[in-house]
């Protein structure tokens, strides 16, 4: 936190690690440097999201905690069918984080937001698409100033929920009878699976097509 943009500095001294990973053959003799390279890139990760969750230190307390608890009661609303219990925590959630800075926090309390807006969505596809997809755009745009690493992550998470509305799947991946998947929707969806192209992930992009 000395420096003046420790999330700048962070992220290109990460990027560097990467480059020299990459660059290092494997053999047995690089085995260990290789891994320890890896060990301090996931520790340089972990750095850049404290600094990042440090912009928070400027607000009540309260606000944040709240904000979050609200946001998790709202899903654990939904996994009880009480969608307008849920809905009461979700206004008061989006109370608070009108006195937090953006950052991680709402981040993750929008996507909480989707995945409750994504319990009721079986009952009425085209309202709920409406809800989830502002969430969602409400997410990318606070991400747009965080690191390329959290910006991919959470757009992945956001990306797997809207293909699971475009395509027609309800809670616990079950089809919706007489869903009928439309042109622009399976280009979307096209886009969307293009986040995910690393080895890692490409079980994801199984599961869709």
């Not at 520790?43 to 307390?61: F, S």
């Not at 979050?68 to 069918?81: I, Q, T, W």
């Not at 869903?179 to 280009?187: D, G, H, K, L």
Request: charged share 25%.
């Amino acid at each position: 936190m000395n420096f003046e943009n420790p999330i700048e500095y962070l992220t290109k001294f990460s990027q560097k690690i990467q480059m020299t990973v990459t660059g290092i053959k494997c053999d047995q003799c690089n085995v260990r440097i290789s891994t320890e390279l890896c060990d301090k890139y996931i520790v340089l990760v972990a750095l850049t999201i404290d600094a990042l969750a440090n912009k928070t230190n400027e607000v009540d307390p309260q606000d944040l905690s709240r904000c979050m608890l609200y946001g998790r009661k709202a899903v654990a609303m939904s996994f009880k069918g009480k969608q307008a219990d849920g809905e009461g925590m979700v206004i008061r959630a989006l109370e608070c984080a009108d006195n937090i800075v953006p950052c991680l926090e709402t981040v993750d309390l929008y996507y909480k937001i989707v995945l409750f807006r994504r319990a009721w969505y079986e009952n009425n596809p085209e309202i709920e698409l409406k809800f989830i997809a502002y969430y969602t755009n409400k997410a990318r745009d606070m991400l747009k100033g965080m690191s390329d690493d959290l910006k991919l992550f959470w757009s992945r998470r956001f990306a797997v929920r809207l293909l699971f509305c475009y395509l027609g799947l309800g809670m616990r991946c079950r089809f919706i009878d007489g869903y009928q998947i439309r042109p622009e929707y399976v280009q979307k969806s096209e886009k969307l699976l293009e986040l995910f192209d690393s080895s890692a992930e490409i079980r994801i992009q199984m599961f869709f097509i």
